[in-house]
Structure formats: structure tokens, C-alpha cells
T-cell receptor
């Protein structure tokens, strides 16, 4: 099946720093999704990307759909303590019920 | 809207017991899915449904059954619980828009099998 490699596995940063994480795949996707998961909660959708090359922002978050359709990155600018959590990328090919998830990036923000 | 709801929030089972995890959504979404999340890992797809009466297997379907008799409900049945099924289970629903699909998750059911 399709595999997603998400990196880095974890990040420890100071409040105010920018963050960058990415996902790569051996095969193409038609949709890339980025989620944040807080402890004890389900993932919450942050950004959805539908076209190769698309760059989309949501507040301090910016994500891009790679031109090859095999990768995506997420940037968080000027991090704050509430950015702490696990960030997941997910790719979809054709069926909305079938997302392939990366293993997550755990973000820790030190005040 | 309540969104995607899951019950129970926590459950402990003994090996061999069966149970049903409930999932409901009130957004009239066509697509619903079940995932499991193990420590330090992403979510893996168990079963999914593209509409009432239609279900299909995901990546890790063994030991689980689903049915979709209504648009709103998508229960997951564990037939004979095993310790390997200790995990957090998430239900999700999706709707299609012109560009693609967006998927929304419930709060999860934390299952321990002893």
C-alpha cells in the first residue's frame, strides 16, 4: 500500500520560532490534508490542498502541495505555546473515505 | 451540529468478548471511516463506507465488522477481542466538494483488551 514518510518525528522549539515539517510519498496523491491532534482528542483538520503547486494559508499556518504530487509541507510561523501537539499529514487518492496518514510530528514549544 | 460523536469514550474488555463501538454524524456526510491509532503512530484505516448500504475494507480489517444502514450511523463491531486490538479508535466522516474531500474526526474510543 501507499506509505507516507513524515519528518521530523519531533521538534522542540522556543516560542516565537518558525516551524517546518513535511511529508513525502512514493506514489502520488490527489489531496493532501494536514491535521493537529491534542492529547486525548481526535485530529482536527487544519488545511486541505487539492492542486499540485497549491499554497494555502490558515492564520499562521501555510501548507503547500508539492508539484510532483508526492510531497507536502506545513509551516507554522511565530509559534506559541498552544501550537503544542501532534501534526499529521494525510494523503487521499480517489476515495474520500480512504486517507493514508503519516506517523506524525510531535511539536513542543518552550515559553 | 454535534459533528461526529463516538461512544463509549473508554472501554475495557476481556479477551474473547465482543462489543460494538458507536459512531454517529449529523452533518449528512456521505463518507464514513474507522481508524485505529497505536502509540507513536499515525492512523490506520480499518473499514470505510461511501454511503448507506456500502462498506469496504481498509488497511487493517481483520477482527472487525461494520455496517451502514443509515447515513448517520457507522458502528464498528469487534467479534472476539484480542490484546492486539488495544488501541484508540477514531471514526471520521467526509463530504465532497468541488475540489475534493474534507474529513472530520470524532473524539475517539480508548479500548483496552486484557
Amino acid at each position: 500500500g501507499q506509505q507516507l514518510n513524515q519528518s521530523p518525528q519531533s521538534m522542540f522549539i522556543q516560542e516565537g520560532e518558525d516551524v517546518s515539517m513535511n511529508c513525502t510519498s512514493s506514489s502520488i496523491f490527489n489531496t493532501w490534508l494536514w491535521y493537529k491532534q491534542d492529547p486525548g482528542e481526535g485530529p482536527v483538520l487544519l488545511i486541505a490542498l487539492y492542486k499540485a503547486g497549491e499554497l494555502t494559508s490558515n492564520g499562521r499556518l501555510t501548507a503547500q502541495f508539492g508539484i510532483t504530487r508526492k510531497d507536502s509541507f506545513l509551516n507554522i510561523s511565530a509559534s506559541i505555546p498552544s501550537d503544542v501537539g501532534i501534526y499529521f499529514c494525510a494523503g487521499q487518492l480517489t476515495n474520500a473515505g480512504k486517507s493514508t496518514f503519516g506517523d506524525g510530528t510531535t511539536l513542543t514549544v518552550k515559553p | 451540529n454535534a459533528g461526529v460523536t463516538q461512544t463509549p469514550k473508554f472501554q475495557v474488555l476481556k479477551t474473547g468478548q465482543s462489543m460494538t463501538l458507536q459512531c454517529a454524524q449529523d452533518m449528512n456526510h456521505e463518507y464514513m471511516s474507522w481508524y485505529r491509532q497505536d502509540p507513536g503512530m499515525g492512523l490506520r484505516l480499518i473499514h470505510y463506507s461511501v454511503g448507506a448500504g456500502i462498506t469496504d475494507q481498509g488497511e487493517v480489517p481483520n477482527g472487525y465488522n461494520v455496517s451502514r444502514s443509515t447515513t448517520e450511523d457507522f458502528p464498528l463491531r469487534l467479534l472476539s477481542a484480542a490484546p492486539s486490538q488495544t488501541s484508540v479508535y477514531f471514526c471520521a466522516s467526509s463530504y465532497s466538494i468541488e475540489a475534493g474531500y474534507e474529513q472530520y474526526f470524532g473524539p475517539g474510543t480508548r479500548l483496552t483488551v486484557t
